[in-house]
DNA sequence: AATATCTATGCTCAAATGAGCATTCGGAGT
DNA sequence: ACTCCGAATGCTCATTTGAGCATAGATATT
């Protein structure tokens, strides 16, 4: 075992390497020996942990998770927010901060940036702080009670992007193909859908079907279908596209729903999802194995649970 | 600001760089970007905290107040230890320790180890462990009631180290000059005193006058020397030697005193001088400017006192 | 005591890195 | 539109560093 007076040693010139940027040769001559002992003393250093990396990227982001998740799924981007403690309010929270600086960081000037409805896409609208100049479009219509929501999130995205906005006033699922029909020739919506092809950058929630959690979910109980569709597989849904667990898309209720298709949305160069809470994991799993969106902002509870899934 | 996709990335970047010894240009290569980009990521890095170097030493020692105090004050060694609020028997605790694993360390095969008595240099053998072979020898009589004490710092060196011994049996400080002179032609005690001038490494501690905390204090105020000493500027006593505040020291009693001289001790290659408490900083600076020690293990408390004095 | 073994040290030469510079790109100001 | 400015990028070349080896000194083994 080595010494208090080398481990001091050791650790001064640790310190004058890594912190004072001091080369190997210049400490040897400071303390008199040679560079290669500095080297294998700076070894030491670490095997010993006299040294050791503190490696953070800020308070949000937990950098090992947001890798791990990265390579195990493919995905374009992943990060992962916050400890996997905390509550899903709280994850919201985080989840929608790092989403929304996340779209400031990556957003263009002439983007199109789409995004569903949702608790959790509000509050990434919330956390937006700045973007660049863009135009903003609705992925579909507005599930949950709380209608002003989605609509909100498109006020405030277009506010602070300054360019223009295409809202949809509308349900996202309704009780039969011909009012969803009558609905998509609205011409305040029509134009609506006719940017979804334009869309480069999507911002969506998923939806958990097993368990339940998911306003289409809720709103499709009341509509009747919801018993039919569990028993069809649906585990989960983005946008209006609900998803089995292999990643297979059931249209099912398609011609029910004003929303991106599942076609359209896969042709968006990134989508980005939104959300946390292991409860969402096969949903998530599933929206990624059906190729719908790319890249992942989510918390550390739904991380681990799509790890450690199988 | 830098968004958290770029902080994720850099918090890759140093990851890979420091924690798995990647190369800039194999982790260049893995991502995609040229190595220059790499280096300018990892510059951005340390500036932004995304990657800090956690520096320590050990449990014991504090790596900059002991680098810190070895420069100011031109020390041959010094180490700190412990927290500055630490009481004075955990001080003692860890300094002995400390010093024990520095005496470890440093004593080689033929040195000749001298001890003085005290509470700090017998917590020091109590840790001590292991030694090279070597011979270990009283500096001076014992102080204080804990008669055992000094004698028992001796028998364990001995002990560990494996050599010959020569304690000293006799108080440190006695009543007149006829006294000491019939004490130092005892046989034994004058074979201990002789060996002083081959000690090649001291360990001592360090009493402080002012404020009194010192047993060699204590017994010159129960034989009445101790306010005429005061009087003359005495600070503070390392073995039987004592010193007023800017270095000079007082041979006033040196006649009555059964221990190592100053000029003995200057010869000795290295002294080093064990002892915590900020009470105790005037005595320990004055023992350096004295040139009576060369090498300072102590605890942050004093460590800090020494380094704000002025 | 002689031998083998291990560890620490410093070397050479190839690889990795840093400093400084030129170029490009994207606004900001006129 | 234009220029100007600053930031970002990647280059060259000198410096710094790492890998592997040879040597020396210590330690264990017989």
Known sequence: MTGPEERLRMAYVARRY???????????????????KIARMLERAKDQGIIKFEISAGDLVDPSLSVDLQKRFGLRRALVV????????????YVGKAAAQLLTEIVEEGDVVGFTSGR?????AGFLESLARCDVVALGGVAGQATEHGVEILRRAQRIAGGRMWPIFAPLVVRDPATARALLHDPLIHEATSQFQRVTKGVVAVGSWDPP?????DAARELGFADKLLAQGVVGEVAATLIADGGKTIDTIDDRTIAIR??????IPEVICVGGGASKARAMRAAIAAGLIDSVVTDASLARELLTMN
């Open 18 to 36: 890594y912190r004072d940027d001091a080369t190997r040769s210049e400490i040897a001559d400071e303390i008199g020996v040679s560079r290669f």
């Open 82 to 93: 916050g400890a996997p403690g905390d509550t899903d309010d709280i994850a919201r929270e």
């Open 120 to 124: 959790t896409v509000y509050a990434v």
């Open 262 to 267: 599942a076609e359209t949305l896969r042709k």
């Open 213 to 217: 959690n998911s306003q289409l979910y």
